[in-house]
């Protein structure tokens, strides 16, 4: 029994330092250290891709945006990150504040590829792809026609019928956000009211439990992110099949500002030590090559204009996007935190 | 004793001040020594409670505190009644009655606790939701789309109790097994019954040993975060990410955290404290435990063998056929090699682990008793409480000196880049902070059975601390220390936080897997990792629970 313990003791003390012991400096210019809080499988197909094209080894740190955004915080100007990636444009706005980025290089290429909006001001992220937050409704019970904005959800003849999320999910506090900027903090605050005033239950379960619940009959319209819907479409569960059948999609405030949209980004770190091939990562994923891949497989829309969206994605056809700076959505998060709480937004 | 104790209490500070000097000796620094390795990130959070909050308190305070403090308190309670239930009552049927399938059920009720707690919610959720496992089975009887709610108070705490009460289980039958038994005899021989002699002799001498299990339980609940989220119960943990996350505020949620854990601080001193004058020991005769069970008639035996699988059947049996319904869906797109790969470091992580932090709750539990000085020994205590935070949050007080001292390496030019974070030696570390009190508990109640007067001779008779340790103490903990190791291996091959944001690169659990599904909200592709993470805690479940019963 000892030596078996020992053995073990040994084995995994061996693999803990089986790379840790190469070292330095020539390794770190054929590496390139991704901070990251996708955890797609397109994501990993990528960095594989990448991989053959340059010789580069990607290594990938997964976890929450704030949990990384701190680590990089901590380690400071030793921090092996080169690139951090979100899944929403708030954090990347924090890293940006706090002073973790440093800008892309070739702005030329960029700004030919991507509308402005989906870039920071001074390059330092940059959109890899975009989600609508839209409604979808009953098919057995709404009149698509009756629906027409966000703000027009908060109306007495919606009492009961609403379904959301906490307040906690960041995709709801980017909406929020966007209402703040667009509409000012009060009728923000009054908006948020009249949405828990129409709340079909209290806020719980993710985007696809909202789905769930429309169709089986709990509300009646939900608010959720295109890439949930066109994930439960292709579902291999039964029940997520069916439930996604039975919902409408509609995309809001198109006789207006349009819909709301977040992105997924990418920034190269302050301290990368490998900026060279971070500025090769963000031109490689913004390519059409990478940019099909995130959109087949992940249903999101590309940035790159070249790139045809999903079939899915298609067949809900082309809307109007709000062109709203996403900067300001990282800017007013905190406020529309704050709002969310006044309003009792659980 | 008692009267020696209230003497003492008027003494002046002077005079403990020289007793002090008097008592010191070379096991004081060692447990000084320890106890700052294991309670420095502790300690780096608990000084931020000087800082003050940030400026956020005042909105939280106002509109949010309240609804925090009332689920968690409520879950607190739901959540102690169904796991002291489950816990004592199957650890008590299962050492002293006979009955069918005793012996699978006996390593069957510790391994619920192998389910991830986010995990757990999921799969319940999905089990009873329109459409569901159990939604199918009802459809026979006419009752269509039933759909039972579990996202609420009640069905978290159902969720996560069910899912801990191995910890009581755990402890309860370890004390249960090495249990002095003549009492018992006594007491039946003098015609009292089972049950009375249960409930007024062995369930309150097994105090120390449930109140441990109940310790653990208690902060688990406190600090879980994916379950109640996803439930959308508010709890103060969900305050914590809240102002750190969504308010932009670390030392807000910092400053909850020290509140959080000054509460459970608090706890265990008045615990402590109310049984100070207890003696916890066993007969002079030294140790017997039970060679036999009671045997009743068949039908008897198969109403105990139902009861004892209610837990099982509810914390094992239904999630896992959730999982595995999920499974077959998911199979060809999840299934791969890596996954028997990411099994093997995850097990080589978790038993390394675990093996380090069971030696540290030995050293600091048995150095603090060798040094004489009382107060060090109750600060002993504080080593435990990096189980009461929030993973995430052990993580910042883990980073926040390793990391300083790694810069300094760097600096004075010792090595070239970080040699603490990034390595395994950063994220054992964190391990042994966080899941102290896990092994510290079941080995503090096993050891407080060891009549003092054995060691106590031993030494008389001029042998050393450790000699003594070895040759005595060491056969009688055993079992104490096979429970500790069997929670801390399955603690740390769930672990979620700390695995995420301090493993090298190059290793990957399967903890970390089933997340990076979950997170997306492809639950069901989480299901295959999940049950891998079952597996792998099933073979040392299995074997330790042999060695136990050898050893019992």
């Given at each position: 029994m000892k030596n078996i313990v020992f053995l073990l003791l040994v084995f995994t003390v061996l693999v803990g330092c089986k790379n840790d012991s190469k070292s330095s400096d020539e390794t770190t210019l054929n590496q390139l250290n991704v901070y990251t809080h996708r955890h797609y499988d397109s994501d990993k197909q990528l960095f594989e891709m990448f991989e053959k094209e340059t010789g580069i080894k990607v290594n990938v740190i997964n976890s929450k945006a704030d949990e990384l955004i701190q680590k990089m915080v901590l380690e400071g100007e030793q921090s092996p990150a080169d690139v951090l990636i979100t899944v929403d444009a708030g954090r990347l706005h924090m890293a940006k504040e706090k002073g973790l980025l440093q800008p892309v290089k070739n702005t030329a290429v960029i700004d030919s590829i991507l509308s402005p909006n989906l870039v920071d001001k001074d390059y330092e992220w940059i959109a890899l792809t975009k989600r609508a937050r839209i409604l979808v409704y009953a098919k057995d019970r709404i009149d698509p026609t009756e629906l027409s904005s966000y703000e027009d959800l908060v109306l007495p003849k919606w009492e009961g019928?609403?379904?959301?999320?906490?307040?906690?999910?960041?995709?709801?506090?980017?909406?929020?956000?966007?209402?703040?900027?667009?509409?000012?903090?009060?009728?923000?605050?009054?908006?948020?009211?009249g949405m828990v005033k129409n709340q079909a239950r209290k806020p719980k379960g993710n985007d696809r439990d909202q789905v769930k619940a429309i169709a089986a009959g709990e509300g009646d319209i939900a608010i959720v992110n295109t890439y949930y819907v066109g994930k439960m479409l292709n579902s291999n569960d039964r029940v997520e099949l069916e439930a996604a059948d039975k919902v409408g999609v509609f995309f809001p405030n198109q006789k207006d500002r349009g819909t709301h949209i977040n992105i997924s980004g990418i920034g190269i770190a302050k301290h990368s030590p490998n900026p060279e091939a971070a500025n090769q990562l963000i031109h490689f994923l913004l390519n059409e090559e990478a940019q099909k891949v995130f959109a087949l497989s992940n249903y999101e829309y590309p940035v790159n204009p070249s790139v045809e969206n999903s079939e899915i994605l298609k067949a809900w056809g082309d809307f109007k996007e709000d062109s709203l700076h996403l900067n300001l959505l990282g800017e007013l998060n905190k406020k529309a935190v704050i709002l969310f709480d006044e309003a009792g937004w659980k | 004793m008692k009267q020696a104790g209230s003497s003492q209490e008027n003494f002046s500070w002077k005079y403990r001040i020289q007793r002090g000097i008097r008592d010191f000796n070379k096991w004081t620094v060692f447990t000084v020594l320890i106890l700052l390795f294991i309670a420095v990130p502790v300690i780096t959070i608990f000084f931020k409670l000087f800082d003050g909050p940030g400026e956020s308190?005042?909105?939280?305070?106002?509109?949010l505190l309240a609804d925090y403090l009332k689920n968690s308190l409520y879950l607190a309670i739901l959540c102690s009644l169904i796991t002291l239930i489950a816990g004592v009552f199957s650890a008590w049927v299962v050492t002293r009655f006979e009955f069918p399938m005793r012996t699978y059920l006996e390593w069957l009720l510790i391994i619920p606790l192998a389910i991830p707690g986010y995990i757990m919610a999921y799969a319940y959720a999905g089990f009873f939701d329109y459409g569901g496992i159990f939604s199918w089975l009802l459809s026979p009887f006419g009752i269509e789309n039933f759909k039972l709610d579990m996202m609420n108070v009640i069905g978290l705490s159902f969720v996560l109790g069910i899912s801990l009460f191995p910890y009581i289980y755990v402890s309860a039958r370890a004390f249960f097994l090495t249990q002095a038994l003549n009492l018992l005899e006594a007491s039946r021989l003098l015609g009292v019954s089972e049950t009375k002699s249960f409930f007024k002799l062995v369930f309150p001498l097994a105090r120390p040993a449930i109140v441990a299990g109940l310790v653990l339980v208690l902060m688990e609940v406190l600090n879980d975060y994916g379950a109640a989220e996803y439930y959308g119960v508010n709890t103060f943990t969900t305050g914590i990410f809240r102002s750190w996350f969504s308010l932009e505020e670390p030392e807000t949620a910092i400053y909850l955290s020290a509140l959080l854990l000054s509460i459970v601080f608090v706890l265990i001193i008045l615990e402590k404290y109310q049984r100070r004058k207890l003696q916890y020991t066993s007969p002079k005769s030294g140790r017997t435990s039970i060679d036999y069970r009671i045997q009743f008639n068949r039908p008897k035996q198969l109403v105990l063998t139902l009861l004892v699988s209610l837990p099982v059947l509810l914390g094992f049996i239904i999630p896992v056929i959730q999982l595995v319904q999920w499974s077959v869906r998911t199979f060809s797109e999840v299934f791969n090699q890596d996954l028997l790969w990411l099994s093997l470091q995850s097990f080589g992580i978790a038993f390394a682990g675990a093996c380090f932090t069971v030696l540290f709750a030995l050293l600091l539990l048995y150095f603090s008793k060798w040094n004489k000085i009382y107060s060090v020994q109750s600060a002993s205590k504080l080593g435990v409480l990096g189980y009461a935070i929030p993973g995430a949050v052990v993580a910042i007080g883990i980073m926040i000196p390793t990391l300083s001292l790694d810069k300094n390496f760097i600096d004075w030019g010792w090595a070239s880049k970080f040699i603490i974070n990034g390595t395994l030696i950063a994220l054992v570390y964190a391990y042994v902070v966080r899941f102290l009190a896990v092994a510290y508990q079941p080995l503090e109640s096993s050891s407080l059975k060891v009549n003092s007067s054995i060691p106590?001779?031993?030494?008389i008779l001029g042998m050393g601390n450790f000699k003594t340790f070895f040759k005595i103490e060491f056969p009688l903990l055993k079992a104490g220390m096979l429970s500790a190791f069997i929670l801390v291996f399955i603690d740390i091959l769930k672990e979620l936080p700390l695995t995420l944001i301090l493993k090298p690169y190059h290793i990957n659990t399967l903890a970390v897997n089933a997340y990076g599904y979950a997170s997306d909200e492809m639950v069901m592709h989480a299901s295959i990792p999940s049950l891998f993470i079952i597996l792998t805690a099933l073979i040392p479940v299995i074997v330790l629970n042999k060695l136990l019963l050898k050893n019992g």
């Open positions: 019928k609403l379904l959301f999320r906490s307040s906690s999910n960041i995709y709801n506090q980017s909406l929020m956000a966007s209402i703040v900027a667009n509409d000012g903090e009060d009728i923000a605050k009054k908006w948020a009211q | 308190w005042e909105h939280i305070s106002k509109y106590d001779s031993s030494k």
